[in-house]
């Protein structure tokens, strides 16, 4: 089955770090692009980042508002995928999610495959 479970979200002051964690099951993050995601309320979600499969080269891509400050990495070892948030902003305060995902220039989205994970909140305060 195919699975993914969040975690490390927090509540920090503006500038602060946090750290996100994604665990997959039923399948290897080395292979298949993956994705941070994140839905604030009353907006829809959107794509934050993402990792491309070994195959195409590990590219990475990132939403414009958070280059610079986030970044995209992968342990295959743990089959884990991680978001280090620096410098964050009340505006990044949202759920977090991660997911198999498809991702170019442009194009972060959720792959046709897998489900959501149950999210992990990031809430920054000003």
């Known amino acids: 089955q195919v699975q993914v479970v969040e975690s490390g979200g927090g509540s920090v002051q503006a500038g602060g770090s946090l750290r996100l964690d994604c665990t997959a099951s039923?399948?290897?993050?080395?292979?298949?692009?993956m994705g941070w995601f994140r839905q604030a309320p009353g907006k829809e979600r959107e794509g934050v980042s993402c990792?491309?499969?070994?195959?195409?080269?590990?590219?990475?891509y990132y939403l414009d508002s958070v280059k610079g400050r986030f970044t995209i990495s992968k342990d295959n070892a743990k089959n884990t995928l991680y978001l280090q948030m620096n410098s964050l902003k009340p505006e990044d305060t949202a759920m977090y999610y991660c997911?198999?995902?498809?991702?170019?220039?442009?194009?972060?989205?959720?792959?046709?495959?897998?489900?959501w994970g149950q999210g992990t909140q990031v809430t920054v305060s000003s």
């Open positions: 997911a198999a995902a498809a991702c170019g220039l442009g194009i972060i989205r959720k792959a046709d495959f897998g489900s």
């Open positions: 039923g399948f290897d993050v080395y292979h298949y692009a």
């Open positions: 990792m491309t499969g070994s195959r195409s080269g590990g590219n990475t």
